[in-house]
């Protein structure tokens, strides 16, 4: 047979899909492995890299065995190649110098580097920073949590070789070859400098980091890193030297696979965190947004985004602690239609997702979730519904600073992730920002844009061919529940600067 395929694989905070793609895009077939990131304290969260590494392995040869039972005379050659997008990392994993994993890796909703936090700002120029990097200082940055790894665990900084991304760990146990695409470099912020697109020595310095623990080798999301080892090309049914492609942070390969490629192209991911990203030329890095080098047209195109830490995760969070039977999908069905029949605005219930701290635009780790209105009228679909509006109106939040930070955006959102699967949470978003909703119609997002950037890294496909998606329509505002969801943002946004005090007065300590 002559036909040409390639792997897309996201690694993700819960599950890690594989999916095998034909030339044109479409799904021949997929595998997915779950797991759960370790949260040893309030608000810790890390993961051990083995368990991705492990994930990848199982995802890609359950996806391989699959394609070869849909598709017959499927040789390994047929696959002509890999591509490898990963949940943020945060601090990176520890590597010594064989390349072995000495300590988990400090992930993206890991909010324990608050004093290092503290210290950079005493120490460093702010402004500098900003105007060098295009993001500012939070315990969300992996440069942070790389102090925190100095400060707190010298003897693991002591032995650590290199500080990878996910991907960059995986793909380096499968290949030999070490680089970071610049989306996972910039995305660490604080030590990438943003328009020569490479680490930042003035940064790194006046940080304390040292260079030689971040890998020479900066690449382009689409830019083959090496080939497939003959031991794991035997373990995932592939070919020995099938090239590997770099990928990049999750969700910016998740907007690509949305169809965001120019300018003004906007897509919200709404999964166990929520991320709404823009294409933008350029960034002010004062409005609060995260930004790095797009996976596409990186040397001209930024991705800015900002988000909240917990979105599917707060929905996760108030199924299994108020549901009969919180996994079943009868009750979520039923919970769910239950929540539609509520009225915008949830009669007067607001909910603030601040689960684990909040990202952007408030940037405070000691902020927490609150349900605010409540009263004996109230009822649990109530109570769900204003967890899907409080989730809303983060997104709102973030839209309205992306507006300042990047310009002129799209009129139709495109939403991906979890709460694509949601006919309800669709139309809440759709009034909450008063733009008509669409969704990627096979609903696999990071793992289908990873495998285009694999086709485009192999000379398979171009940026100027068809597109490897349907977008489908889902939702319209209606004129009624936007004019309240109006007045009800007003009331979500003044309520942080008000709970702040109280929120901070409650927080748990780390120990």
Request: with cysteine; net charge negative.
């Amino acid at each position: 047979m002559s036909d040409t395929y390639v792997i897309g694989v996201d690694i993700g905070t819960q599950s890690t899909k594989a999916l095998v793609l034909d030339a044109s895009g479409q799904v021949v077939s997929g595998h997915d492995i779950g797991y759960a990131p370790s949260t040893p304290r309030p608000l810790w969260a890390e993961q051990d890299a083995t368990v991705w590494l492990a994930a990848v392995r199982d995802a890609v040869a359950g996806a391989v065995e699959r394609a070869r039972a849909k598709v017959p005379g499927l040789r390994p050659a047929d696959i002509a190649a890999l591509c490898v997008s990963s949940l943020y990392g945060g601090s990176g994993v520890p590597v010594d110098a064989n390349g072995e994993p000495i300590h988990p890796c400090l992930i993206w909703m890991d909010r324990r580097a608050e004093m290092q936090v503290a210290s950079v700002r005493r120490d460093i120029d702010m402004d500098r920073l900003k105007a060098i990097t295009g993001n500012g200082v939070d315990s969300y940055y992996g440069f942070t949590k790389m102090l925190w790894l100095r400060d707190e665990r010298p003897d693991v900084w002591a032995r650590t070789n290199q500080l990878l991304p996910p991907n960059a760990y995986v793909i380096r146990a499968i290949t030999g070859a070490t680089a970071v695409d610049h989306s996972s470099a910039g995305n660490i912020g604080g030590i990438y400098d943003l328009a020569a697109r490479t680490w930042s020595a003035e940064m790194l310095a006046a940080l304390g980091i040292r260079r030689d623990m971040l890998p020479e080798r900066l690449v382009g999301s689409t830019e083959v890193v090496g080939g497939l080892s003959a031991r794991w090309a035997s373990e995932l049914g592939l070919a020995e030297g099938m090239p590997v492609v770099a990928g990049g942070v999750d969700a910016a390969v998740a907007t690509f696979a949305a169809g965001a490629i120019e300018p003004g192209h906007h897509v919200a991911m709404i999964g166990t965190s929520m991320c709404w990203g823009a294409v933008t030329p350029s960034i002010d890095a004062r409005h609060g947004l995260v930004s790095f080098p797009n996976v596409v047209n990186a040397d001209r195109d930024l991705y800015a985004f900002g988000g909240a830490i917990t979105a599917g995760a707060a929905v996760t969070w108030f199924k299994t602690q108020c549901c009969d039977v919180p996994n079943h999908p009868a009750s979520l069905a039923a919970l769910d239609a239950a929540a539609a029949e509520i009225r915008p605005g949830s009669d007067g219930l607001v909910f603030l997702p601040y689960l684990m701290g909040e990202r952007s635009p408030i940037w405070d780790a000691r902020a927490s979730g609150s349900f605010v209105g409540l009263s004996l009228f109230h009822t649990r679909a109530h109570m769900y519904r204003a967890v899907l509006e409080g989730v809303a109106f983060a997104l709102r939040h973030n839209m309205l600073a992306g507006a300042d930070a990047v310009g002129t955006l799209e009129e139709a959102l495109t939403v991906v992730g979890g709460a694509a699967r949601s006919d309800t949470w669709l139309q809440i978003i759709a009034d909450v920002t008063n733009r008509p909703i669409r969704s990627i119609a096979q609903n696999v997002e990071a793992a289908l844009g990873a495998g285009r950037l694999a086709a485009l890294g192999i000379g398979l496909q171009s940026l100027g061919h068809a597109r490897w998606h349907d977008l489908d329509d889902r939702a319209t505002p209606d004129a009624s529940a936007v004019e309240i969801y109006n007045r009800q943002f007003e009331i979500y946004r003044g309520l942080y600067p008000s709970l702040k005090p109280s929120m901070h007065a409650l927080h748990l300590p780390d120990g």
